[in-house]
């Protein structure tokens, strides 16, 4: 009995090992694969639907992070927040601020809650203090700027915790 | 209505040919009750102001904004236009990145002090910054601007201006040259200005130099200017200051002794004046966000005055004319002429621990105002002034300011203030019967669409 129980021992302490590896070597991989569009993200000059919606998605966990870009556009279909629009289309601040005010549950001023959209979400991003430089709400970003942004919107988010 | 029409139509077609365009609509209601030992009086005002931006291109920018006001009591409406500018901004990036800038229209400029010059013009202004520097020079012309849009106030004849073909502003060609050098010894920041302007009066208008017939009712020209130097920085943690002192000079008309013994001639006599102030900021981000604040600023005033805007009758003057005129307090607005300030501020966000929430935003602000003129001439408003008084002291305005902005588009304000005159005997400021306690209620709210 006793040899039988140091065997399972043996046994749970390689499961173990292995589980730990297997975790690490996914965890490696899902930074990677952040990391790499965060890297894409962050060179584009007019940022692009596809990689600003995964981004903003994932760290609202409206999709799970290791997702992808037509995961994370799929799932824009279908909330209805913004329609019509592809993964390589061009985004503009209006609608990333929308997109960021829905994934994130955010509330807005009075005429947001009369007309939710992109142009009254860019304005309470401009108040919150999220947006750097020119508030225009049809006006392209930068990889840049989306990080920007969305790290702004993460540390009120903790900040409210 | 046509040219309304002609307006609005370029404005579309340019949003459409816009890299972007943004649009918006300011709705200010502001209703005032001014309670006085002589009178009460209920005051509203609307306000709308209408903006529209237009990104030409990443590198040009156009800007316009109009403003309609109506006064329920008067009543009367008026109209303006704040802002039509057209800015280019040329960045260059490298190994010693800068940018310049150009801007031309109408458009708002102020010195570093903002007591000197605060105001829009008509003109163009070149901008260039690096890393070390923040510099602009700009030039233009303010007889195109409406008065009721103007606070520029400087003579008897910008007082008494009123074409007959439109309510124009006094006409005044101003320079402006500012220069700020931020953290550039001991973490310490650096500003320089120097302002300029012309008086553009027509001469027909004005007293001429040589007459000799007194008439405080009209006045002469005044061309001035200011040389300004400010330091700023931090002292220790959460404790700030700010300095600065400014030195005008100019020429301003006067009525001297002339040959003739017992008469009087207008000439011209130079200006020599000054203004300098400090103010020290304590913040306690700890403590409900709060702030306490301690600010003196003083302008010279001349005794041989015979109003606050002329009627000098010395060799020269000392009394410091601002070009436009922002007022300091509530219930006792003053501007910057002949007047020392000392104010204690404190300010608190008691619901800052509130994160995420609208009741952040709250701010409570208490003010305390010690008013007293440099000389024992008039002030800028005198009402109830005691002239034969030999007081420096006229009184102590309290305020308790709310301010409330819960949301992007709608913010509020309810302000309390009462003003204590120096009017305890005969001989002071102002005397018992001239002016008692005054008390003003204001209220604020200002919604975007």
């Known amino acids: 009995m006793i040899v039988i129980n140091e065997k399972e021992k043996c046994v749970k302490r390689k499961i173990l090992i292995l589980s730990l590896c297997i975790f690490c070597i996914t965890l490696t991989a899902i930074f990677a694969q952040s990391n790499d569009t965060i890297d894409q993200l962050l060179a584009e000059q007019k940022a692009t639907y596809g990689k600003s919606v995964l981004m903003v998605l994932s760290a609202s966990n409206a999709v799970p992070i290791t997702s992808t870009i037509d995961a994370a556009m799929k799932k824009l279909e279908e909330s209805k927040w913004i329609i019509g629009k592809k993964a390589e289309d061009p985004i503009t601040l209006g609608e990333l601020s929308f997109i960021m005010m829905k994934a994130f549950n955010l509330s807005g001023g009075v005429m947001y809650a009369i007309a939710p959209g992109p142009r009254y979400a860019c304005r309470e991003f401009e108040f919150r203090g999220f947006i750097l430089r020119n508030a225009a709400p049809d006006r392209s970003v930068t990889g840049e700027e989306v990080v920007q942004m969305l790290g702004k919107v993460l540390s009120q988010q903790e900040a409210v915790k | 209505m046509k040219r309304f029409s002609i307006l609005l139509s370029i404005l579309l077609a340019m949003s459409q040919q816009a890299q972007a365009f943004d649009f918006g609509l300011i709705i200010d209601n502001t209703t005032t009750l001014e309670a006085t030992d002589v009178n009460n009086l209920f005051f509203q005002k609307d306000k709308g102001t209408l903006w529209m931006n237009f990104d030409i291109s990443d590198t040009a920018f156009f800007a316009i904004q109009g403003n309609g006001t109506f006064v329920l009591q008067e009543p009367y409406f008026t109209y303006g236009f704040d802002q039509a500018e057209l800015t280019m901004d040329f960045p260059v990036i490298g190994q010693s990145s800068f940018l310049f800038g150009f801007t031309a229209g109408r458009f708002y400029v102020s010195d570093f002090t903002g007591f000197v010059l605060t105001h829009n013009m008509d003109g163009a202004r070149l901008v260039y910054k690096n890393p070390w520097l923040n510099s602009y020079i700009a030039v233009g012309f303010t007889g195109f601007l409406f008065k009721a849009d103007s606070t520029i106030l400087m003579s008897i004849e910008d007082k008494n201006y009123e074409p007959s073909f439109l309510p124009l502003a006094p006409p005044r060609l101003i320079g402006l040259m500012e220069f700020n050098f931020p953290e550039v010894f001991a973490y310490q920041t650096l500003d320089i200005s120097i302002v300029g302007q012309l008086d553009m009066h027509s001469t027909d208008m004005v007293k001429d130099e040589g007459d000799t017939a007194w008439d405080i009712s009209n006045g002469g020209k005044i061309d001035t200017l200011y040389a300004g130097i400010g330091l700023q920085g931090q002292l220790a943690e959460n404790f700030f200051y700010e300095s600065f002192f400014i030195f005008e000079t100019g020429r301003t008309l006067a009525s001297q002794e002339s040959v003739t013994p017992g008469n009087r001639v207008y000439t011209y006599v130079p200006i020599y004046a000054f203004m300098g102030g400090f103010k020290l900021s304590l913040f306690f981000p700890e403590f409900l966000a709060s702030e306490l604040t301690l600010t003196a600023v003083g302008s010279s005033g001349d005794a041989d005055y015979e109003t606050y805007l002329e009627g000098n009758y010395d060799d020269y003057s000392i009394q410091f004319s601002p070009i436009s005129r922002p007022t300091i307090g509530l219930v006792f607005p003053q501007q910057m002429t002949n007047l020392i300030i000392v ?107």
């Open chain 2, 343 to 449: 104010e204690l501020e404190y300010s608190m966000k008691p619901f800052s621990g509130a994160v995420g929430t609208i009741w952040e935003k709250y701010q409570m602000l208490f003010q305390a105002i010690g008013y007293f003129r440099s000389s024992l001439s008039d002030i800028s408003n005198s009402e109830g002034l005691n002239s034969g008084s030999e007081d420096y002291y006229l009184g102590t305005e309290v305020d308790f300011i709310n301010n409330f902005k819960p949301f992007a588009d709608l913010g509020m304000s309810l302000a309390l203030g009462v003003f204590l005159p120096n009017n305890y005997t005969e001989d002071s400021a102002f005397t018992p019967d001239s002016k008692g306690i005054d008390f003003t209620v204001r209220f604020q709210l200002s919604f975007e669409i």
